[in-house]
Structures are given as C-alpha cells and as structure tokens.
C-alpha cells in the first residue's frame, strides 16, 4: 500500500464542490507540513495549498484562494481538501505529498501517489 492514497475526485459541473482526502503514512504525516498539488493537462505540477504540522497555519495558490480549503485531521492522518465554485479550469489529477514543493520534489518524490482526478464540466 503506498505511503500517499488521494480519493474523492469525480465529475462535477462547475459551481459545485468535491471533498479530496488523502490518507498518509504516519512517517510522513507526524514529521511535515503537508501540501496538496494538482496537474493540469499541459502543466506542470503545482501547490494548491500547504498546512502546517499543527493546522494552524494554511497557504494557498492565488486561484485556490477564497475557493478551496485545506485541513488535516492529527488522528487519523489525512490531509482534505475541500474544492467549491469549481471551474473547468480546476480539471486535472490532484495530489498531496510534503510541503514546501521543493522538499516533494526531493527528498520525498519516491512517495508521489496516484492522484485523483477532478473533472468540472461546463
């Protein structure tokens, strides 16, 4: 089983919201902010939002702002994010790892799991 497993994509149309839920290995979710990235067809992979280890402290991309929301639930070890007022724009496979990037880049790039895909239909 690997250490990063994303669930909760699907189709939505636009305006409509998904709940992503990544489940992490305790290795990796005790010891690291956590972020969730996502790749457009066409793109690079890039952050959408980025937690702390305690929760307290969130970031976000400028299109994720105001829109999406990242938490993480310590008992269970899993990081959500909640997506609303979805735009075909937000179409591509999501997916979480460590945060900042360049550390899921690195030293955690072995981890990268499937993704899920979201697709927002107009």
């Known amino acids: 089983q690997g250490q990063l497993v994303e669930s909760g994509g699907g189709l939505v149309q636009a305006g409509g919201s998904l709940r992503l839920s990544c489940a992490a290995s305790a290795r990796i979710f005790r010891t690291n902010m956590m972020g969730w990235y996502r790749q457009i067809p066409g793109s690079q992979r890039e952050l959408v939002a980025a937690i702390s280890r305690g929760g307290g402290q969130t970031n976000y991309s400028d299109f994720a702002k105001d829109r999406f929301t990242i938490s993480r639930d310590t008992d269970k070890g899993t990081v959500f994010l909640e997506l609303s007022s979805l735009k075909p724009e937000d179409t591509g496979v999501y997916y979480c790892?460590?945060?900042?990037?360049?550390?899921?880049?690195?030293?955690?790039?072995?981890?990268w799991g499937q993704g899920t895909q979201v697709t927002v239909s107009s």
């Open positions: 790892n460590v945060a900042p990037p360049i550390l899921a880049r690195t030293s955690y790039s072995r981890y």
